[in-house]
């Protein structure tokens, strides 16, 4: 794409992407009072900018999930920065000190994902409730074996992390007639949750959620303080019919135990699109048991995703110029 410059600008953008990309196509779409310093992933990438040129930027725009130590080699050369954006809605990979505890305001794509990751969710309900992988070995043996199936009518879905996507998930679910139950820190209910009639468990509650519930969808955020916050007691807690779905952060999960549990036939199944370490190694147990249904991180992969995520960029960055209150502000301290 072309660089664009202008002292007046009330928004000087650095983006951190590669030049080429197609999605870079959406910046074209800028207000006349933004323009776009330079282009790169890292200081090499953007040698040719003069000082001036690092002075005047304002606003960083991080494309995709560039390691947080390119990050603090670019910082010091950015010493009038207000706002960074990444566009991404997890921001775990890029904190570091002098970001967390320095006036930066930081905001994230929330929502952008939400409505694909909760397709994944209730995809992943029928997997197991229609018995999907039975069904494709019938036809491919050419057998015709009725069996008896599930609804999802009257399930219970659990929601670790009743965020943006735990809400997106549970919209979906209650046209499929399920009952939502539902964890986080806050217990007050607003006015529609009220009269949707959530249950709201907090989070020393977690056993108990994960007892009363038939499906379980974990959208948590990477913090310290959810490393492994669902764990081998919240998985043994679990109904012998239940299923553990995760579209949040690998980390969050406790992923020998929920091995254990799947390998010993406790839980009836999982479905995990991310997972402690990724790409998932090739000895994980994971990929060899039946009752798994593993994808690559990619639940949201969609062929629109990172347009859509500028377009959200362009939609906050007008609040900016305008001098208004930006939305999908990070809590830098709480990581989310």
Known sequence: ???????????????????????????KKLPKDAHIVGVGRTLEDLSGLSDIDWQSVNVLLNCGSPVKRNLQTLWPH???????????AGVEHILF??????????????????????????????????????????????????????????????????????????????????????????????????????????????NELMADSDYVVMALPYTPDTHHFVN???????RPNGVLINVGRGKTLEETALVKALQQKRIKGAALD?????????????YELDNVLLSPHCADRTAEFQFEALDQFLGILDKFIKGEALYNIVDKKSGY
């Open 232 to 238: 081998a007691a919240a998985i043994n807690s679990m």
């Open 78 to 88: 950015l010493p009038n920065l207000q706002w960074l954006h990444s566009t991404a």
């Open 97 to 206: 000190p002098d970001l967390v505890d320095g006036p930066v305001t930081l905001t994230n794509a929330k929502g952008n994902f939400s409505h694909s990751l909760a397709e994944y969710t209730l995809a992943a309900c029928n997997w197991f409730a229609k018995n999907l992988p039975r069904l494709r070995a019938q036809q491919k043996a050419k057998e015709w074996i009725p069996f008896d199936v599930e609804e999802l009518r009257g399930k219970t879905l659990g929601v670790v992390g009743y965020g943006d996507i735990g809400q997106s998930a549970a919209r979906i679910a209650r046209a499929f007639k399920m009952n939502i139950i539902a964890l986080r820190r806050r217990e007050e209910l607003s006015q529609q949750e009220e009269a949707e009639g959530l249950k709201v468990y907090k989070p020393d509650r977690l």
């Open 274 to 286: 991310v997972t402690e370490v990724e790409p998932l190694p090739k000895d994980s147990p994971l």
């Open 1 to 27: 794409m072309t660089v664009q410059g202008s002292e007046t600008s009330k928004a000087r953008i650095l983006v951190l992407h590669t030049p080429d990309a197609p999605e870079l196509e959406v910046l």
